[in-house]
């Protein structure tokens, strides 16, 4: 019985019925000829709802419907979802589906309404886009089912708390993985670089071909063959690089509903794939005002899956990072010339100023590269017409924001350190293009 209570529901169409009479009712007072023809209504209203009723509990298990979950949400991504539904009704079925999402969406309104035949299974799909890592969990999937004459609605409930991970971007990820294999560098705004020289690092002698470098000719080679030989080279391989993300307060400034740290996170997955595939050695160190993880340069394939539970579990912290304490961990645990990938944020020419002297240590042993982060809300800032003074005065402030950060760019340069001052969603772009940059040119 309480089973039957908790699935039974009234449909909106009985209350319209209910009012139209009671207002037939009140018309009776002054027609007296409608009064027996108001009650002979409601003796087959209520006859009519006893057979919906029985129309939609006569079968135990009649509607059936399975929400498609992926074993893992990419963050940052639109992810899509699936719901399918089946009716075993004799009849036409009118069906609401509500899944209860999880509370980070902040989603409350989603329904979605179908007409379902005998027999006939319904898919719908859907996406959501998580702005944060962690554990999402899905409620009840609940199913309103009504009969054609839409009295009485009988509820299903379906795969009730299902948990699944928001990870790092894995669809970035996969998305830039053609670099490792393909030469359509152009297609998402990768550069093409202009070689210069060549790297030392020998591959084999083949023939000579229109177009080859003629310093590269192997002459005992092509007097042995008889014909012009040149040598090949290739870019060196398992050089150590490591990403190094700053965790501290900076790293919490949102864009688009995602936070420094995020997009960071989401370069470094898929940067790191990039680079194992071209046969490098990949490592990860966070840090804020302690060493929060890290992991050692390997160049196995199955290292990436280590990086992704390491990058799942990262947070930001609302303190100062030390910098210096990152330069004594480096010193200890990276003995050998390694690039250095440094996600952080400067707002301040006075805070690089603090920063520096631990940069230019780093930077003496390394081949390090700064990453930060242009306001994209001080440009449209910028980009807007002042119509008064107080408007003036901010698009000033702006403007003066912004080339400060060009001026810490600068600074950095001047001391030979590579930068890359970028906006938020152009980070994974920016950040492949200077890693193959930096191979192309054989700066490490």
């Not at 991504?77 to 999402?101: H, M, Q, R, W």
């Not at 595939?277 to 990436?304: C, M, W, Y």
Request: aromatic fraction near 12%.
């Amino acid at each position: 019985m309480l089973r039957f209570i908790k699935s039974f529901y009234i449909h909106g169409t009985f209350f319209m019925y209910i009012a139209l009479l009671a207002g037939a009712f009140v018309l009776s007072y002054w027609l007296p000829f409608l009064y027996p023809i108001c009650w002979l209504a409601v003796f087959v209203l209520l006859a009519l709802f006893l057979l919906d009723i029985f129309l939609l509990y006569g079968k135990p298990s009649a509607i059936k419907a399975e929400r498609e979950l992926p074993q893992k949400l990419s963050n940052s991504d639109f992810n899509v979802l699936k719901i399918s539904c089946s009716s075993a009704y004799p009849f036409k079925t009118y069906v609401s589906i509500i899944d209860e999402l999880p509370v980070q969406f902040q989603k409350r309104d989603f329904e979605h309404r179908i007409l379902l035949k005998k027999g006939e299974t319904h898919i719908y799909e859907y996406s959501v886009r998580p702005v944060e890592r962690g554990e999402y969990v899905f409620g009840n999937l609940n199913v309103y089912a009504s009969s054609p004459l839409q009295i009485v609605k009988r509820r299903y409930t379906f795969q009730k708390d299902q948990m699944v991970p928001v990870y790092p971007s894995i669809i970035q990820m996969q998305k830039y993985d053609f670099l490792a294999i393909g030469n359509r560098l152009t297609e998402l705004g990768l550069k093409k670089i202009r070689r210069i020289g060549h790297t030392q690092e020998f591959e084999q002698i083949k023939e000579y071909i229109k177009g080859d470098d003629v310093r590269t000719i192997n002459w005992k080679a092509t007097a042995k063959r008889n014909q012009l030989m040149v040598n090949q080279y290739q870019d060196e391989k398992s050089q150590p690089i490591y990403s190094l993300i700053d965790t501290g307060r900076v790293m919490k400034m949102p864009f688009n509903s995602l936070k420094l740290l995020d997009y960071a996170i989401n370069a470094t997955l898929a940067f790191s794939n990039v680079a194992l595939k071209r046969n490098d050695k990949v490592g990860l160190l966070t840090f804020s005002k302690k060493i929060e993880a890290f992991v050692p340069a390997q160049q196995k394939l199955t290292h990436l899956n280590t990086i992704l539970e390491k990058l799942y579990n990262v947070s930001t912290e609302f303190t100062d990072s030390d910098f210096g304490l990152l330069y004594a961990h480096t010193k200890r645990k990276i003995t050998h010339r390694s690039l250095l990938l440094l996600y952080t944020n400067f707002e301040h020419i006075s805070s690089l100023k603090r920063q520096l002297p631990y940069l230019l240590a780093l930077a003496k042993k390394h081949l390090l590269v700064v990453i930060f982060f242009e306001n994209t809300e001080l440009e449209k800032l910028m980009a807007t017409d002042a119509e008064d003074l107080q408007a003036i005065y901010h698009k000033t402030i702006a403007e003066k924001f912004s080339l400060e950060k060009r001026l810490m760019q600068k600074e950095l340069q001047q001391y030979g350190i590579q930068t890359i001052l970028t906006k938020p969603e152009s980070l994974t772009i920016n950040t492949i293009n200077k890693y193959l940059e930096i191979k192309a040119r054989g700066l490490l």
